[in-house]
């Protein structure tokens, strides 16, 4: 092939290549000619690694705008402010919130809006901000990241609190446990005879329970009898005591005239009877002192104080 073709071909491509890029140029900035868009910030605390200026907006998948500005916030760093430029006309309502999302496994991030229901009313701006707000979501990414670092801290609590519990007292506290349980299991299995008899017996007392319940309603039924036979005794006791009261009441009539009339007769017969039988006690006992009483007498009383025998 002769050189100088060679070079006209690649001057050839060149041009054409460079005619390629130009018009690609002139046609991304022809599709954005004649737009409107409205500012808003976005303020978020999950790390935007995968976003880059110019980045794209989707609004439930569909491209509305771009990031105009990434930068820490500067009234409190720990807030990450983005400032998106978001095509006019787009519904920015009071229930739309963005979210930070990946593309696949290219690891490249955008914001995705969502919400925006027909009758939510639209988002106001904030007094003393020159952009309006959009609340902000986690992401997929950042919840499951969050979840997976409380998980993490729950395993070392737990593995700490393990470690624990696998110290040397507590293995041979273990270890003493098992072995008493070791015991008291080879205890109850030499009584298991013992215990199927207890078994036996409780199962025979359930038994004669369930017929003694069976047997209640008639006992019942006697004890009621019984009551009412008890009632009528206590009725005709009733009865005798009221003709007892009525028959003491006229002894008692009776009896006072005794007590007015025989008991002082012979309540003085009585004391008459004890006198007589005082004084024949004394003369029995003088006569054994001095049989000659009989034939003499008695002697006179000796002279009191002052008298001459």
Known sequence: MNPRTSYVLVGLFVLGLGTAAIGAILWLGSSGAGRHYNTYVVRTTESVAGLSRDGVVKYRGVDVGRIRDIRLDPDNPEWV?????????????TDTVATLQVRGLTGLA????????????????????????IPSRPSVWGRLDRNIGSLLD??????????????????QLLIRTL???????????????RIQSAVDAAATTLDNTRRASEELPALFTQLNAS??????????????????????????????????TTLPEASAMVSELREAATNLRRLSERL???PAVLLRGSPPPPPGPGEMR
């Open 288 to 290: 054994q002192r001095n």
């Open 154 to 171: 729950n395993l070392v609590d737990a593995s700490s609190k393990l470690r624990d519990w696998l110290s040397e007292d507590n293995r």
């Open 81 to 93: 402010r983005l400032t998106l430029e978001i095509e006019e006309g787009t519904p920015i309502k």
């Open 179 to 193: 072995a008493h349980l070791e015991k008291v299991v080879g205890a109850v299995a030499s009584r298991t005879d």
């Open 110 to 133: 955008y914001v995705n809006l969502t919400g925006g229901s027909r009758d939510a009313a639209p988002l106001p701006a904030r007094d003393q901000e020159p952009y309006t707000e």
């Open 227 to 260: 009551a009412r036979s008890l009632e009528r005794m206590a009725d005709e006791l009733a009865r005798t005591g009221s003709s007892l009261r009525k028959a003491v009441e006229a002894r008692n009539r009776d009896l006072a005239r005794f007590s007015t």
